[in-house]
């Protein structure tokens, strides 16, 4: 296959794949099958689509012959088990679906329906049976449309590490009876917690990479972004949603800004400014003003959203509302209390009442056992220790910083620090 032709189906599927996975799982009820048609639906396209050229509206028809690989599967379970009267209404639907005409799939198909599913799969894929990290890999795999071997890339893991993930986590969802659907009312703001922490951990490991020697992996942040985006669109009337949004949006505005020339890190109160997207930066205080809109009670992504708000809307670090800054972290801390959140709230203090009074708030958290190992724990207490005059004792906890992290700019960064107090 031409790589063109190869690059555009990749295209179509990255954009298509989630709706497609969504509508067979809700007939199918079962996540692990439903990818596996979903995927065949795609071999089909690259054996007809070379031969027969790129329907003009690719994403119906893969979801045309996905909806009638699902229906033939329905009717082998129903032979294979004996269970034909309690699949009948599922075969009776699933046959209403089954149009020969890919044109009038479109309509059929792009519907309010389309939206419920891509709902019911996002919150299945989310789902708290499941561990932090099953969550992101199955939310890449079936919301990203992202292949194993991208996940493996991006994750900094093995495919077969990735694709037991996947595996078990979709064995883990059928063997909990979690059915495909949205929850329930009462359970609706736990579930979408989930929800929001997965698409967050997404973009934080694409921003900051934890790993590796990139400082940062740009495609797990444009995923976020895109399923953040897509969750907004679903969920208008959301606060959270919202305000994770308007977070992800100003943070990716800065990236442009956050390596020099050389790709080496460059913290954010050294960055060019005008290197920051400012449609970004419109399009992420939009989102915060309808966040803001929404409730009057500012929950944890609306508030770190606000904070990254007074980063975008200074023209200088010197010109930030530190003040503004430092109460908007002790309200995070208030409702969601954290150790990394207080340690966020000793920067604002002291760039806004001095480095002994941050120091103050930071010292309580170098007895924390939770950031006993966390890197910037060290590199804060370095830099504050630098700003009283303690160099000494600024360098060790530079060395320190250098030594607890695992991704080689930071490492390099971190090192820089220390030899120059030397």
Not at 213 to 221: E, G, H, K, S
Not at 261 to 285: C, F, H, P, T, Y
Not at 350 to 378: D, K, N, S, T
Not at 387 to 400: H, I, K, Q, V
Request: contains cysteine; glycine residues 6%; aromatic residues 4%.
């Amino acid at each position: 296959m031409p790589d063109a032709l190869h690059e555009r189906v990749a295209a179509v599927w990255r954009l298509e794949s989630a709706a497609v996975v969504a509508a067979v799982a809700r007939r199918v009820r079962d996540l692990g099958v439903a990818e596996d048609i979903a995927q065949d639906a795609l071999v089909a396209a690259l054996e007809h689509w070379p031969v027969d050229g790129v329907p003009d509206k690719p994403g119906a028809w893969l979801m045309r012959v996905a909806i009638n690989r699902a229906l033939d599967h329905l009717r082998q379970r129903a032979t294979r088990e004996g269970h034909k009267a309690a699949i009948a209404a599922d075969l009776q639907a699933l046959q209403a679906d089954r149009v020969p005409d890919v044109a009038d799939t479109v309509d059929a198909l792009r519907q309010d329906p389309i939206g419920d599913d891509l709902l019911r799969l996002i919150f299945t894929a989310c789902h708290p049976v499941l561990s932090a990290d099953a969550r992101v890999a199955l939310t890449l795999k079936l919301l990203g449309g992202l292949s194993t071997q991208d996940i493996a890339r991006a994750m900094l893991q093995t495919e077969s590490a990735v694709a037991q993930r996947v595996v078990r986590a979709q064995r883990t969802l059928r063997e909990a009876g979690v059915p495909f659907e949205l929850p329930a009312r009462g359970a609706l703001a736990e579930r979408l917690g989930s929800v929001l922490e997965v698409i967050y951990l997404v973009f934080n490991e694409g921003y900051t990479a934890t790993r590796g020697d990139d400082w940062m992996r740009p495609a797990l942040c444009d995923e976020a972004l895109r399923l953040a985006r897509v969750l907004a669109g679903l969920m208008p009337q959301a606060s959270e949603v919202a305000g994770l949004l308007a977070l992800l949006e100003i943070q990716a505005s800065r990236r442009p800004a956050r390596t020099d020339e050389q790709g080496r890190a460059v913290l954010l109160e050294q960055q060019d400014r005008n290197r920051w997207d400012r449609a970004q930066i419109e399009r992420g205080l939009q989102a915060l003003a309808q966040a803001e809109g929404l409730t009057a009670t500012r929950g944890p992504y609306q508030l770190q959203a606000a904070i990254a708000a007074c980063h975008a809307r200074a023209p200088s670090a010197e010109a930030t509302d530190w003040a503004q800054m430092a109460a908007l972290y002790a309200e995070l801390a208030r409702v969601q209390p954290s150790p990394v959140v207080e340690l966020n709230r000793a920067v604002a203090v002291a760039r806004h009442a001095g480095p002994a009074a941050g120091l103050q708030v930071l010292e309580p958290l170098l007895a924390e056992p939770a950031l006993a190992r966390y890197p910037w724990l060290a590199a804060v207490h370095g830099d504050l220790l630098e700003r009283l005059g303690r160099r000494d004792e600024a360098r060790a906890a530079f060395e320190r910083a250098a030594a607890l992290t695992q991704n080689a700019q930071d490492r390099a960064l971190m090192r820089d620090r220390a030899a120059a107090l030397a």
